[in-house]
């Protein structure tokens, strides 16, 4: 079946025994493949709720069983600058969420992941894996040393900016000033290149966008960015942007976070984030496309609750007519193969 048939694909009356098959199936390729979830937002709750001194109890609010439910062998745990508004409070929170990142390696089953060989470990060992990422480059204050720093402590996932100003970028809710990549942001991009560090376009205003387009060589991904085609959200992104991270040899990360997804008076379902990565698989091809839930960073109810559930979109998306390869790929093989590129 071709994408457009995919796209058309009505409510085909099935029998019992033909979802029971299919059920089957998707559980069997989402099984054997390493599921990989490009942005998480559970630091930020584990940091603003952990005592002083922290104890590595408190990481229990990280809901580790959910990850094993859901066959999730490795997220992307995205920390974000709630202090944003005073960045001379930046690497004081960014070392906070480093150790609450750090923390996680004495829980049982988890394994923090500094590059694809951990990554394909916790698989192997049947653990849940942990990445680290920023949402904004507040962190740093200005700082190429706070970068390498940061790096050290295992940050491998910068995002340039949140949906606002800062000292690297514009971001997206800025984007009427045209204004795009500082030139400390170019240094930081040129840093991150250096370091192994994948830069991450999401929240990033348009301009700043073909910046990064225009002068990096690494492959970049938009972690948690729909496509504007199919619901003409500011965040989203065009298809002329979907096809430069492609080119890039990087990834659009689908989010399952409703405001991104449809209308607000819409229901978020999943055949909606269906839509959305398959019409970015029709622009970007299946090697380019990959999920970023953004779980934990929204209230209102998504199409899934949490990574428990993410079994029930492998077989949304079987039933829509995508392959155990293409499945395999957007599950997690896809995210695998920029992290080899980029951190090793």
Not at 139 to 144: H, M
Not at 147 to 176: C, P, V
């Amino acid at each position: 079946m071709d994408l457009q048939s995919a796209l058309r694909l009505g409510k085909k009356e099935e029998t019992s025994e033909d979802v029971s098959l299919r059920e089957e199936r998707a559980r069997e390729i989402h099984s054997e493949s390493i599921v990989f979830d490009g942005h998480v937002g559970a630091l930020y709750e584990l940091v603003n709720s952990r005592r002083d001194p922290p104890h590595v109890e408190s990481a229990s609010q990280l809901d580790l069983e959910s990850f094993v439910k859901g066959g999730v062998r490795c997220s992307v745990l995205s920390a974000f600058p709630g202090d944003r508004l005073y960045p001379i409070r930046g690497v004081r929170s960014g070392l906070q969420y480093a150790d609450a990142f750090h923390s996680l390696g004495a829980i049982p089953g988890a394994l923090l992941c500094l590059n694809a060989e951990d990554v394909e470990l916790a698989k192997k060992e049947d653990r849940v894996g942990f990445m680290l990422g920023f949402e904004g480059g507040e962190f740093l204050e200005g700082s190429l040393e706070a970068l390498r720093m940061f790096h050290r402590l295992g940050l491998r996932f910068l995002a340039l900016t949140w949906s606002e100003r800062n000292a690297l970028a514009d971001g997206a809710a800025e984007s009427g000033t045209r204004g795009g990549l500082t030139t400390f942001g170019k240094s930081v991009l040129r840093e991150c290149a250096r370091l192994g560090i994948v830069v991450d376009v999401s929240h990033l205003s348009e301009a700043g966008f073909w910046d990064v387009a225009d002068l990096t060589e690494e492959p970049f991904v938009a972690s948690h960015s729909n496509c504007h085609a199919v619901y003409a959200h500011p965040r989203n992104l065009t298809d002329d942007q979907i096809k430069a991270v492609a080119e890039s040899g990087g990834i659009v990360g689908i989010s399952l976070n409703p405001e991104y997804i449809s209308e607000p008076d819409a229901q978020p379902t999943l055949g909606l984030v269906c839509d959305h990565i398959l019409h970015a698989i029709e622009v970007a091809g299946e090697d380019h496309v990959a999920i970023g839930s953004d779980f934990w960073s929204y209230s209102d109810p998504g199409p899934l609750s949490d990574p428990s559930e993410f079994p029930l979109l492998t077989a949304e998306l079987l039933r829509r007519g995508l392959s155990g390869k293409t499945l395999a790929a957007v599950l997690g093989g896809n995210w695998l193969r920029v992290v080899r590129a980029v951190c090793g």
